[in-house]
């Protein structure tokens, strides 16, 4: 039962990494340079281990109906993608990617474009990929799946601290920034614009590594909260 726990908390940051490489290749194809994509300073986009953690979980059985198969997994990544979206946007305040741009999108957090290959990954994924995945860590001891799993999620959970502390500092910047400039209610544009200037004339690298992760970043306007009248 731990050896399988563990090899799952494996399987998630394998993905995870193969899921970075994937997002650096494609911005070193668009953009000609590297950049560290993802909110974590490590090299892993979670998402991508979530999704396939819900597919090799939850979509096992579908191995034999390769159409059915495809179709929930472009809705299960569907689904994962846009309340990622919805939450960290809640959270901090802050439109992370943004696909309103292109064709057949959902509220700016899903696109038929993107998912289309996440269809085609995904079934790549559950009939090669994870087998090879299993069959490798099967060749390490049960000792050594439990402490490199381990080890991985401590240096997780750290990386999560760092990164929240960052994203908190670019989330005050842009209060700070908000309370001091006459911006319009809905002018997320300036907003983002002001925020990169900021950081990108400071010296704090980590910062700097997290907008330019994000290109599209967008910070949105804050709400101020109406004090309640005393009775």
Known sequence: ????????????????????????????????RFINRGMLIGPICPIYGYGVLIMTLLLQDYLKEPITLFILIIVSCSILEYFTSYFLEKIYHTRWWDYTNRKFNINGRICLETMIPFGVLG?????YGNSLVFRFLNLFSNTTICIVSIILLITYMMDNIISCKIIYNIQRLSKEIQSKQIIRKDDTERITKLVRKRIEGSMKLLDKRLINAFPHLEMLKFKKRKKKPHN
């Open 123 to 127: 079934i790549l994924i559950m009939n």
């Open 1 to 32: 039962m731990i050896k399988t726990i563990c090899i799952y908390i494996l399987f998630f940051f394998i993905y995870s990494f193969l899921g970075w490489c994937l997002e650096v290749i494609c911005k070193l194809i668009s953009e000609k």
